[in-house]
DNA sequence: CTCGATGCTTGAGAACTTCAAGCAATAGCT
DNA sequence: AGCTATTGCTTGAAGTTCTCAAGCATCGAG
């Protein structure tokens, strides 16, 4: 707490990819434990927010869009998600979560204990102080909390 | 600045996935560019920190043992790295990174300019909470920055 | 309406992932 | 010592992921 300690960026980059990756290996074995690959639950973990064309999945993800198609493939064969033609451009096709994709994506995120119990280290006022300093490192546009408030 | 603005942990659980995402998606980029999968780069990532036994790195990255193997044999087959035995026990083969490898890997380092850049929008200050945070957060025993210090 | 760009899918080939099995070596036990 | 269980790594098979190159349908601009 002396204010000056002296972490330089590459001390950072370094913590950095220690904390993701144990993020990353809670998750994995999370959707491990519903029978889904990393790749099925990253994807149902983006539709959480609400549907998303193919190709916006495709960006998100950092992967081919042809990627996707056999994800979702996947996914819809297992009732996780529906495939439904937007109404706008018949190009496209929006991919949406079913309630059993949604109750599946909420059971995985409760699992993430690891996760937790390390965030439960932190004080009430340093959770909210590391959410400021992630959205800002990590979102161009600070996140509406609240998109329809 | 108020002191509470009410984050709660399913918001910061959120925010950690997209920011894992940026990162994630940063990196295999940068993997990519350097003609590695993302799991390759991992794998080399990991070994920045020192050798370690296939063992150890498989569950660092999560993953099965029999995994590792044909990881590390393209990345030897490439000259990245390098299997050596054991001194103390002859079952285990340390996983060392070869000159050539080390370079590669701080090469992806170097490319990974979306985080670099959202890591500059922080204080020298907010960089050190940061730190600290993570570091509360997600290492169960405050890594040792200088191991031999 | 013709052309170029965009959205999604398909297919081939390589890499990743998991699981079951197997071998070598170690560790604990009596 | 000898026996047994465990551990570390590798192999092989089956499914998933990933990338690349086509391909088809649709949109958008001229």
């Known amino acids: 707490m002396t204010g000056t300690s002296g972490v330089d960026s590459d001390q ?6 220690v904390s993701l990756g144990a993020y990353y290996g809670d998750f994995t074995v999370a959707a491990a434990s ?15 927010r609400g549907p998303a064309a193919m190709r916006a999945l495709a960006t998100i993800l950092t992967c081919d ?10 996914l819809e064969k297992r009732g996780l998600v529906r495939r439904e033609p937007s109404p ?16 599946v994506i909420d059971v995985i995120r409760g699992k993430m204990h690891a996760t937790r119990a390390g965030l439960d ?6 959770r909210d102080t590391l959410y400021a300093l ?15 408030a």
């Open 12 to 17: 950072l980059m370094e913590l950095l990819s």
């Open 88 to 103: 706008t451009d018949r190009r496209v096709k929006n991919v949406v979560l079913t309630a059993e994709g949604e109750r």
């Open 34 to 48: 519903e029978n889904l690959t990393a790749s099925q639950g990253k994807t149902l973990n983006v539709l959480r």
């Open 121 to 126: 280290r932190l004080s009430d006022e340093e």
């Open 65 to 74: 869009a042809s990627n996707m198609t056999g994800i979702v493939d996947r």
């Open 134 to 148: 992630l959205e800002r490192a990590f979102t161009s546009r600070p996140a509406t909390l609240r998109p329809s």
